[in-house]
């Protein structure tokens, strides 16, 4: 099945230091979500972009609704050993799709 | 409760034979969706209920996958005849609106088909 663009695919850096992911899509989508996903667990929301150039804060995560509506980042600033995980994009399309597309996952290790 | 319940969390299942996971949504969730996630990749789509009326079952990969919600609360996902490529985690999500903008995931429910 379909699933957006998800970049990088794993990433290994040292804690406090800042990470970026992003999500490209072909696709215009009205929704970008940003979920969690720990190992044995369900994907968790951590922030929800609902207009075009939106930008959202929830703590140290911040993420950006593209202009384009083709496209959305999520920063996570000062990275603790908590962050580790696996981060996901999700888009919802317009009209009356209701199921969401998702990314193919970042891998998030941060080092000690 | 508080959150979306799956269950099993583990099921092994031996190659043909059928099996059924359960999702007991949010008390009130208007809209429940099944997601299928493969090792090392994000959740598909399967089917998307609102209420007890399957809207959508487009994701659904073959016959063998039938979904149901006959009181529009808890939701059973069955495979019949499970293959090794059912291998998978099928994850259930529910959300309060009939148009979703938040949805909350379960744990879900580990299949290994043997």
């Known amino acids: 099945g379909q699933q957006l663009n998800q970049s990088p695919q794993s990433m290994f850096i040292q804690e406090g230091e800042d990470v970026s992911m992003n999500c490209t899509s072909s696709s215009i989508f009205n929704t970008w979500l940003w979920y969690k996903q720990d190992p044995g667990e369900g994907p968790v929301l951590l922030i929800a972009?609902?207009?075009?150039?939106e930008l959202t804060s929830n703590g140290r995560l911040t993420a950006q609704f593209g202009i384009t509506r083709k496209d959305s980042f999520l920063n996570i600033s000062a990275s603790i050993p908590s962050d580790v995980g696996i981060y996901f994009c999700?888009?919802?399309?317009?009209?009356?799709?209701?199921?969401?597309?998702f990314g193919s996952g970042t891998q998030l290790t941060v080092l000690p | 409760g508080a959150g979306v319940s799956q269950s099993p969390r583990y099921k092994v299942a031996k190659r043909g034979q059928d099996v059924a996971l359960r999702c007991d949504p949010i008390?009130?969730?208007?809209?429940l969706f099944w997601y299928q996630q493969a090792l090392g990749q994000g959740p598909e789509f399967l089917t998307y209920?609102?209420?007890?009326?399957?809207?959508?079952k487009s994701g659904l990969p073959s016959d063998r996958f039938f979904a149901e919600r006959p009181e529009g609360s808890v939701s059973t996902l069955k495979i019949q005849r499970t293959q090794q490529e059912d291998s998978a985690v099928y994850l259930c999500?529910?959300?309060?609106?009939?148009?979703?903008?938040?949805?909350?995931f379960g744990s879900g429910t580990r299949l290994t088909v043997v």
């Open positions: 972009l609902y207009k075009a150039g």
């Open positions: 209920f609102q209420n007890e009326a399957q809207l959508d």
């Open positions: 999700a888009g919802l399309r317009s009209g009356s799709a209701r199921q969401l597309t």
């Open positions: 999500a529910s959300s309060l609106d009939r148009v979703p903008k938040v949805y909350t």
């Open positions: 008390s009130g969730h208007v809209s």
